[in-house]
């Protein structure tokens, strides 16, 4: 019986046709108006046929009213204000302006401030290019974060403040992604994540995975079921995502929030971790001398006294 793959094969078919729906210059002009009219609070939006058309830069006024229409359905929906994006073009056009599928950029190594937690060595840069922002230390080697960061964001974010604001906002961005997907969420497609916790061989480092954090001994890892993604992350860093042991912390004055996520091993890295349970795997991470959480074999957080 086919049946069951009907739906997906369905499915496949309208994602072709979508990206077919875009594949021409006036129709990612008319998106890119849409998103600029949008974000602009002096344009009206939903934004008028004439309007949009003066925004998209298309001359003949037939040929962008056969674009339009091609986009009203899918991506652009027609209302009697006029025409603003439905969601699937919000993406789309959210994309093209994030640069993900054009721009390049690149810069580094160059040297960040901190200390390694492996090492001790402050030797941390931070280097980006092919739209992946990478921290190391060059005293040991190890990979502290990895993450993508869209081509044409980081260019903003150079242009408005250089390196540190690039830096800030991937902090926020891999702690608010980790903190998603560790919660069973993928923070690319939304999908449902598989999360575990994993010993990591010394040698991972070979690997490719998306996130590393060379050199730890115990991982979160989460892996989407819809879209492949795989995030693997310091068993420390999975405890940012319940918002308990945040508070825990900073009553004891561990400071797991403003301090930049690749720096978060020297307060609950390896120094701190302890493998307590093999069969189903489990470890504890201490936040001082007094103050210790679990984390279970499935990502649960547990607190002494529960
Ligand atoms: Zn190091
Ligand atoms: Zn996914």
């Not at 998106?31 to 609070?41: K, S």
């Not at 954090?213 to 890892?221: K, L, S, Y």
């Not at 701190?272 to 499935?298: K, M, Y």
Request: glycine content about 8%; proline content about 6%; aromatic content about 6%.
């Amino acid at each position: 019986m086919d049946a069951p793959d009907a739906p997906r094969t369905d499915a496949a078919d309208a994602t072709a046709d979508a990206f077919a729906l875009v594949g021409n210059e006036h129709r990612v002009a008319i998106l890119r108006a849409l998103l600029a009219a949008h974000a602009d609070p002096e344009t009206p939006y939903p934004t008028s046929f004439a309007t949009l058309r003066e925004r998209a830069g298309v001359d003949v006024s037939a040929q962008f009213a056969y674009h339009l229409d091609a986009l009203v359905g899918a991506f652009v929906a027609k209302t009697g204000d006029g025409y603003r994006l439905r969601y699937p073009g919000w993406k789309a056009a959210a994309a093209l302006a994030a640069g993900t599928y054009t721009d390049q950029r690149a810069f580094g190594p160059t040297a960040v401030p901190g200390e390694c937690a492996h090492c001790r060595v402050a030797a941390l840069h931070a280097s980006y290019g092919d739209a992946w922002l990478t921290v190391a230390c060059h005293g040991c080697e190890r990979v502290l974060t990895r993450y993508p960061f869209p081509p044409g964001a980081a260019a903003a974010h150079l242009d408005d403040g250089g390196v540190d604001a690039l830096l800030s906002a991937f902090d926020d961005r891999v702690r608010s992604h980790f903190a998603l997907a560790v919660d069973g969420v993928c923070p690319e497609c939304a999908g449902r994540t598989r999360t575990a916790l994993a010993a990591v061989d010394d040698d991972a480092s070979a690997s490719q995975t998306a996130t590393r954090g060379d050199g730890h001994a115990i991982h979160a890892v989460a892996d989407c079921e819809t879209c492949g993604n795989h995030l693997t992350l310091p068993v420390g860093c999975a405890l940012l995502a319940d918002p308990r042991t945040l508070a825990l912390a900073a009553d004891r004055g561990v400071d797991l929030v403003d301090r930049p996520y690749w720096r978060l091993p020297e307060l609950v890295g390896d120094a701190h971790v302890d493998r307590t349970g093999t069969s189903p795997l489990e470890a504890t991470v201490s936040l001082d001398a007094d103050t210790t959480v679990t984390v279970t074999a499935d990502l649960d957080v547990r607190h002494p006294g529960d």
